[in-house]
């Protein structure tokens, strides 16, 4: 049982710690990215590259401390905490999907043009 515990609060910390770190990541990596695609005066990757850098930005800054004030505030009686806990985290999870489908896009495109 406390080994049990032990581990869920190492993976608490490691996630709490971990998507911060990721999501500053691709803050910088589509930085560099918009600011290769402007020097190649080629906007539809540049416009593509801040939609992706838009979604790393409000997930970091904004979505982040909600889901984890979310997932502080469940408790075993609190419903209503662990579906907001579960909307936050899943909307979370549809904006990195859609992050992921814009660079296939984008290296698709590349690789036609």
Do not use: W
Request: a positive charge; charged letters at 20%.
């Amino acid at each position: 049982m406390f080994l049990k515990i032990l581990m869920k609060n190492n993976l608490v910390f490691f996630l709490r710690s971990f998507f911060p770190k990721y999501y500053l990541f691709g803050i910088i990596i589509t930085l560099i990215g918009i600011f290769v695609s402007a020097f190649e005066k080629d906007f539809i990757i540049v416009f593509s590259f801040s939609l992706i850098f838009l979604g790393f930005v409000f997930s970091r800054q904004y979505l982040t401390p909600l889901i984890n004030k979310a997932k502080d505030e469940i408790t075993e009686s609190n419903d209503l905490s662990k579906v907001k806990f579960e909307r936050l985290h899943k909307f979370s999870v549809i904006i990195n999907i859609l992050q992921i489908f814009v660079c296939i896009i984008i290296l698709f495109y590349k690789i036609i043009n």
